[in-house]
Each structure stands twice: as C-alpha cells, then as structure tokens.
C-alpha cells in the first residue's frame, strides 16, 4: 500500500510519532485478535500486542517491502512473540468451582477440546519455531501457503510440506 510506504518513510526518516500512532492504529485490532486466539487470555494478549508493536517500530529500517506486505510483516513479529511467551508459560489450573456449568455433556466436550488443543499446543510449542510460525500464519492467521512462503521467503512447497507433516504429526499424537 502506498499508504503504508508512507508511514514507514515518515518513521524512519523522521520519527513522526503520528505516522507510527496512524500504523498501530490500523493494524492493532488484527494483531490482538491473532494474538489473543492463540493466548485466550486478554491481559497476555495486551502485552504481547504491545511488545509486537514496540518491536515493529524498533526494527522498522530493517524491514523490506519487497519480501512481505507490512500486515504480514507484523504478524511474522506477533508469530514470534507468542513462541516466545509459550516457552516462558506455565500452565495455570482453575478449580473446578470457579467454572460456570450449565449442561455437563457440553462441558465435557468443552474439557475434552481444551485438552486437544492444549495438547496440539503442546506438540506445537516443541517444534522448530519456522514449524510454529507456519502453523500459526495458518491456522490462526488464516494466511494461505502462497502468502506465508512469500513472508517466510521459502518454495510454497516446502511451507506445505512442513504443515502438513505437523498436522499428521499431530493428528497421530493425539489419535485423532
């Protein structure tokens, strides 16, 4: 976007803090959605949006237009920041009287399915983190394998190749 090439000149050129308020505002509501769908907890997903931010701006004169659009850009730093915060995170247990239960067939299947995608996670974190960010562009990105092979720039074959060897990985671990 022309636009776009505009803030990013006026910020490294210039340090127009209006330029960089006017990117973060545009992109902000994407970048915290994508990170808070793979946090589902809104306080980590602030943070981490924030961080995603800070460090976009920081290394903003490295960035390259011709290798990704800035929104995929920006996802490739939020791709980052969650494998990051996944290695430092502990899990947390909720007694069981703290959860709201109203039909207890649709609470196992909630439990059953928090367990799945605790256990994909799981998997998932003890990869190589170009696996995870594949993954993540697209699961939780909804980036297609021609998108992400431009962003990661690697063949759309080997992107390919890398998830879905995860996912029959995954599919394997968790008997699926």
């Known amino acids: 976007m022309e636009q776009e090439q505009q803030w990013v000149h006026k910020i490294v050129r210039h340090g127009s803090r209006g330029a960089a308020d006017a990117l973060v505002r545009t992109y902000y509501d994407d970048i915290y959605a994508y990170v808070y769908r793979q946090t589902g907890n809104r306080e980590d997903a602030l943070d981490l949006t924030q961080e995603c931010f800070l460090a976009a701006l920081r290394s903003l004169p490295s960035y390259q237009p011709q290798k990704a659009g800035l929104r995929t850009w920006l996802y490739h730093i939020a ?79 080997k992107i390919k190749a890398q998830y879905y060897r995860l996912m029959a990985k995954i599919r394997k671990t968790l008997g699926t």
Request: charged share 35%.
């Open 79 to 157: 791709s980052h920041k969650i494998i990051d915060h996944r290695r430092k995170q502990k899990i947390q247990f909720l007694p069981v009287e703290d959860q709201a239960i109203t039909d207890s067939r649709d609470f196992t299947e909630e439990i059953q399915n928090r367990e799945m995608l605790r256990k994909a996670e799981e998997l998932v974190c003890g990869m190589e983190p170009q696996v995870q960010e594949v993954y993540r562009m697209r699961v939780y990105g909804e980036y297609s394998f021609a998108e992400i092979a431009k962003a990661l720039a690697q063949p759309e074959s």
